[in-house]
């Protein structure tokens, strides 16, 4: 069974930064496809980076864009997000997720595993 595990949530004031990892019980490289899912209250969960394991392309949300960076370390079996210049409205629970297929990267049922989520919190 697949394990993702998602940790570097916490409270930070607007404009500060912090950085989410996620580490995956197995190899990074089985999989097509990692990124990271947020859901914040009365919203549907939307997508908000991606990277493409085998050639390290990455995508973003209109909302974060250069504001978000999304790495991976096959290595380490992890993928990062580091955010920047955070805003009240980037709070949210965050999820990495993974997928062996080849899903439209923002498409939540493209993705067979989640984590359980980590909650970041951005106050004014």
């Known amino acids: 069974q697949v394990q993702l595990v998602e940790s570097g949530g916490g409270s930070v004031q607007a404009g500060g930064s912090l950085r989410l990892s996620c580490t995956a019980s197995?190899?990074?490289?089985?999989?097509?496809?990692m990124g990271w899912f947020r859901q914040s209250a009365g919203k549907e969960r939307e997508g908000v980076a991606v990277?493409?394991?085998?050639?390290?392309?990455?995508a973003y949300g209109d909302s974060v864009k250069g504001r978000f960076t999304i790495s991976r370390d096959n290595a380490k079996n992890a993928v990062y997000l580091q955010m920047n210049s955070l805003k009240p409205e980037d709070t949210a629970i965050y999820y990495c997720?993974?997928?062996?297929?080849?899903?439209?990267?923002?498409?939540?049922?493209?993705?067979?595993?989640w984590g359980q989520g980590t909650q970041v919190t951005v106050s004014s």
């Open positions: 997720v993974a997928s062996d297929t080849w899903p439209p990267w923002k498409s939540r049922d493209g993705y067979r595993y």
């Open positions: 197995e190899y990074t490289s089985r999989f097509n496809l």
């Open positions: 990277v493409y394991i085998g050639s390290g392309l990455t």
